[in-house]
């Protein structure tokens, strides 16, 4: 069974706080996702990676970074937390092809005060 | 603009009863779809998906999916629900022609389920 963790189920910080969001899979998969889900809006993209050192901006990049120094992990930086980031953060894994099944971790609920 | 509909938001039905929830996407060619559920608590897990042939698509619990090309939907169904199907579910779609891999959601619908 594939396997996608992140380091915390809930979270909480400070504004101006810099957050760090980490996603492991361990089923050797090229493309790694994050989205952040919010209420009436279902989820969102935030940013991808198809390969290591590689990331792309998805549909709402603004205020987050990434990072993927080895395949199996892909890390969401929040660089200087603000109120309205306060969400549910969920990370997913993909093997190669946009046909491929995206596994999803069980999410950060990440609050920001 | 391209999009994925779910119109209801919330949706409740007795134990037992038959159950239909509505995907409607507006995209220029068939997007790859699917439909994912959110338990209470957990990440997502997918149900089913499409991406050509037979139109009726089955998958795990029980669930299945009609793709109907003239209405632009693929909607997910199943014939009894279980108290244990209240989620939230989700419809997606990958579009065929961008080479974007990433997906792209619904709303969402939260379903309820009474004794």
């Known amino acids: 069974d594939v396997k996608v963790t992140q380091s915390s189920r809930y979270l909480v910080k400070r504004t101006g706080e810099k957050v760090f969001l980490e996603c492991v899979q361990d089923m050797d998969h090229e493309n790694m996702f994050w989205y952040r889900q919010d209420p009436g809006l279902g989820l969102r993209l935030i940013y991808f990676?198809?390969?290591?050192?590689?990331?792309e901006k998805g549909d709402i990049p603004e205020g987050y970074s990434v990072s993927r120094e080895k395949k199996e992990r892909f890390s969401l930086i929040l660089e200087s937390a603000s109120t309205n980031q306060t969400s549910m953060y969920l990370c997913?894994?993909?093997?190669?092809?946009?046909?491929?099944?995206?596994?999803f971790g069980p999410g950060t609920r990440l609050t920001v005060l | 603009a391209q999009s994925v509909t779910q119109p209801d938001i919330h949706i409740t039905v007795s134990e037992g009863a038959s159950l239909e929830l509505r995907c409607n996407y507006s995209?220029?060619?068939?997007?790859?779809l699917f439909w994912y559920v959110q338990s209470p608590g957990q990440g997502l897990q997918l149900l089913l998906k499409y991406f050509s042939g037979d139109t009726l698509v089955q998958g795990i619990k029980g669930f299945e999916a009609e793709f109907k090309r003239s209405q632009s939907s693929f909607n997910l169904r199943k014939p009894s629900v279980h108290w244990s199907d209240a989620a939230e579910y989700f419809c997606a779609v990958v579009p065929m022609d961008t080479g974007r891999r990433a997906l792209t959601f619904g709303s969402g619908t939260r379903l309820q389920v009474q004794p």
């Open positions: 990676s198809y390969d290591v050192k590689m990331k």
């Open positions: 995209y220029g060619a068939t997007p790859y």
């Open positions: 997913a894994s993909q093997e190669l092809a946009s046909t491929d099944t995206q596994y």
